[in-house]
């Protein structure tokens, strides 16, 4: 799994696949305990922006466990009708 790290980037997949995909996207916002989150690299994946950590899938849990204020929905994209 992949945790996106900027929010330019999170727009992008949004936008240009989640909403072609399956008509919405969705941003959100969330800190994650620093002491779990040093664990895992940060990788480019495309552009300079598209930055992310790698955080595997088995792992979701703790990562949801480390989660510290609540997840803010910062985006919302439809398709038009």
């Known amino acids: 799994m992949g945790s996106i790290k900027n929010e ?17 996207g969705y941003v959100t916002r969330f800190e994650v305990k620093k002491e779990f989150i040093d ?11 598209h930055t992310e950590w790698w955080i595997p899938a ?4 703790q990562l949801n466990e ?9 985006g919302e994209y439809r398709t038009h009708i």
């Open 8 to 24: 330019l980037y999170a727009r992008e997949i949004a936008t240009k696949w989640n909403v072609r995909d399956s008509g919405v």
């Open 39 to 49: 664990k895992y690299e940060i990788h480019q994946v495309g552009a300079s922006h």
């Open 58 to 61: 088995e792992e979701l849990e």
């Open 66 to 74: 480390n989660i510290v204020v609540k997840i803010e929905i910062i």
